[in-house]
Structure formats: structure tokens, C-alpha cells
């Protein structure tokens, strides 16, 4: 008999166990009615928010992109003529003027050349003036005579003529050899590493040249856009005529140089789909230089009077953005809006709130839909952002 009452009383011991261990959670819980509401957003327990309130002002849009810095342009500097290089006459690095002497090639065969043509030229206009004598002569003795003489002699000056004529056009030729032994800069730029050293032969027919000269002010930048984009520009320059191109630095994003759209590309890209597009800077500090990469920003136009709120007002769900609009009555409402582009800190919307309204920028993490929210300081005893009875300052208006 006292086995079957032990038996029992283990389960009901157990039983008790358990109520003892609930009431132990819930009792302390119910000692504190503020934290049965606890949930954030609750509507027993505002959230605190930082806030500010959508405004107008101009606002620039942008196509950005990634860019290649190139010379304006690119010569590399070659010999016209065979012989050997006598003097180099500019420093690795220096800038140079078009028409500036770079080197010399060795003169004295093609100067011999030269003078070999006047000689000839010489020699055959001797021959012309005695010939048109010759003809004065016949024609001056008339019937004396004989008309054949006369036009034998007359085809004779017109022969030499065209010999002298020819001679003329060699002495050219040779001149033009002889000039190209001194090599001049075709534009102005900055020279590269020597190629080749004093002493060596030189042909016109090497490939490697002398010297490479870039021009670097002005420079281009050659960047790419989604072919989407081409509608917009094109329309942006029959308006405009010209449209501002910005170079900004990968690392810090830091404004390099302003410049201007030169050219769009005759073709798309069709494995891409992209538009090849060039800008020029005038590169005043050359803080540009070939080779390097730039960010790029198109300026395409600029929306006067736009809708501006804070960019982390701006929250992203499954079905698209969204903003927490405040009320009156301190509660928020979870509206869609649509963006129209993201500008630094700020974000320009086409539609979804209107100006003045007032948005949350910072504490949306614990809002829902309906969510009491306090500003600022204002839970923690009345001060702060926007405090009791005055219209929420946050982070004021959108900048």
C-alpha cells in the first residue's frame, strides 16, 4: 500500500516542479507591464528616430562611368632619312614645342646631293639661254633663213626648258632629304624615354623611332555607357550643344578636372552593348596623365525645383523602395516611393512623398507599419530633436 502511494506522489511532485518553474518566468515579467509591450515599434513604447523632412532644390543628374586617361595626342618620332645620328638634342621628359629641334641626322651626303642638283640646274639653263639666242637670231634674219631651221631651233628651247624644269623639281627633292636630317617635334608634348642613342644608324625604315611625344594638355578621357543611355545624350546635345564631363579619383573620389564631352562613338559595342564615348580636360595642373583610370561623371542635366530626401531614408524591399513617413499623430506609415537617382547623400524621388512631409532617416531598423516614434532625445525625458509639442527637427531638411 505505501509503495502505491509513492508511486503516485512522484508525478504530482513533478507536476508542481514545473508550475513553480512558470511562475518563476512569468511573475517577474508581470511585476514590469512596460516589457510586455517591449517589441520595437510597439504601440506602448515609441521608438526613438532621427528625422527630417523632404524639401526642393536643384539637383544635378549624372551618368557615371569608368574612364581611361589617353594623350590628346600620340607621335612617335621616326627618321625620314638613312645615315647616322649625329646630336640628340632634347632631354627624356622635357616638354617641347612644335617645331623644336630634336636631333640630327648626319648631313653631309644629302647636302652633296643638293648641290649636285643646282649644279645640273645650272649647267642646262646655260644651255636654254644660248638656245633662245639661237632662236632670236633665225627669227631675226627672216626669210634668210629657212622655216624649218627656225622651228627645229624653237622645239630645241622648249626642250630645255622642260630639262631646267625637271632640274628645279630635283633641287627640291634634294633640299627636302636635307631638311629631314634635322628632326623636329611635329606637336607640342612631352618627350618619353630616348629610344635610340647618339652614334647609331638610323633608318627610315625602323619602327621603333627616336622619342614618343604625348600631348597632355589637353587630354582625353575615353569611357563607355549602356547603349540605353545614348537616347538621352543625344538629345541633351541638340539642345545644349555640349555637355560637362567630370574626372574624379578612384581612391577618394576627389574632383581631378572638369571638362567637355568631344565626341560619341559612330558605333555600338555589340558584345557589350555598350557606346564608346570621349571627353578633353584641360588637364591645367596635369594631374591626369595617360594610362591612369578616372571615375567619370556625364552631367546630363540638372532638375530644377526636385524632391530631396536623406539617402538613408530609403529603404529596399521585395516589392521596390520605401520610406517611413511620420504623421501627426507620431505614428509612421511604410509608403513606396520612386527614385530617380541617388546623389551622394541625397536621393531625388519622382513620387511617394510630398515637401514638408517629414520622413525617418535613422532608427527604421525597429519600425513596422503603425510604429509610435519619438525624436531624438525626447524618451529619454523630453529633449532633444524635435522635442514635446515642436515639430521634428531630425537631421532638418534634406541638404
Given amino acids: 500500500m505505501v509503495g502505491k502511494i509513492g508511486r503516485h506522489r512522484v508525478p504530482v511532485a513533478l507536476a508542481l516542479l514545473a508550475v513553480a518553474v512558470a511562475a518563476a518566468l512569468v511573475l517577474p515579467s508581470l511585476g514590469k507591464p512596460d516589457k510586455i509591450a517591449g517589441k520595437p515599434g510597439g504601440p506602448d513604447r515609441p521608438v526613438p528616430v532621427v528625422v527630417a523632412q523632404a524639401a526642393r532644390k536643384d539637383v544635378p543628374i549624372y551618368l557615371d562611368a569608368l574612364g581611361t586617361v589617353q594623350a590628346y595626342n600620340t607621335v612617335t618620332v621616326r627618321s625620314r632619312v638613312d645615315g647616322e645620328l649625329v646630336e640628340v638634342l632634347f632631354k627624356e621628359g622635357q616638354d617641347v614645342k612644335a617645331g623644336d629641334v630634336l636631333a640630327q641626322i648626319d648631313p653631309r651626303t644629302y647636302r652633296a646631293q643638293y648641290q649636285q642638283a643646282q649644279a645640273a640646274r645650272d649647267k642646262d639653263f646655260a644651255q636654254l639661254e644660248a638656245a633662245r639666242r639661237d632662236l632670236a637670231r633665225y627669227v631675226s634674219l627672216g626669210d634668210r633663213v629657212t622655216g624649218q631651221s627656225v622651228d627645229t631651233q624653237r622645239a630645241l628651247v622648249r626642250q630645255l626648258e622642260a630639262t631646267v624644269r625637271l632640274d628645279e623639281a630635283a633641287i627640291s627633292n634634294a633640299k627636302t632629304m636635307l631638311s629631314y636630317t634635322v628632326i623636329t617635334a611635329p606637336i607640342d608634348g612631352r618627350a618619353g624615354i630616348r629610344l635610340v642613342d647618339r652614334g647609331n644608324q638610323v633608318r627610315a625604315s625602323d619602327a621603333t623611332g627616336l622619342v614618343t611625344l604625348t600631348q597632355v594638355q589637353p587630354i582625353s578621357v575615353i569611357f563607355t555607357l549602356p547603349q540605353q543611355s545614348l537616347p538621352a545624350i543625344t538629345d541633351r546635345l541638340r539642345e545644349d550643344g555640349r555637355l560637362s564631363v567630370l574626372a574624379l579619383r578612384p581612391e577618394t573620389r576627389a574632383l581631378v578636372d572638369t571638362g567637355e564631352l568631344e565626341l560619341v562613338d559612330n558605333q555600338i559595342d555589340q558584345t557589350t552593348g555598350t557606346i564608346k564615348l570621349k571627353a578633353v580636360m584641360p588637364n591645367a595642373e596635369r594631374r591626369l596623365w595617360p594610362g591612369g583610370f578616372v571615375n567619370v561623371r556625364l552631367l546630363l542635366s540638372v532638375r530644377q525645383g526636385g524632391l530631396v530626401i536623406p539617402s538613408p531614408a530609403v529603404q529596399r524591399g521585395p516589392q521596390g523602395s520605401y520610406v517611413f513617413v511620420v504623421?501627426?499623430?507620431?505614428?509612421?506609415?511604410?509608403?513606396?516611393?520612386?527614385?530617380?537617382?541617388?546623389?551622394?547623400?541625397?536621393?531625388l524621388l519622382d513620387a511617394g512623398v510630398e515637401e514638408g512631409e517629414t520622413v525617418v532617416v535613422d532608427g527604421v531598423a525597429k519600425l513596422a507599419q503603425g510604429s509610435r516614434v519619438v525624436f531624438g532625445g525626447e524618451a529619454g525625458g523630453g529633449k532633444g530633436n524635435g522635442g514635446p509639442g515642436k515639430e521634428p527637427e531630425g537631421r532638418g531638411a534634406a541638404q
Fill in 327 to 347: 504623421k501627426p499623430d507620431r505614428t509612421v506609415e511604410m509608403r513606396p516611393v520612386a527614385v530617380a537617382t541617388v546623389e551622394a547623400d541625397q536621393v
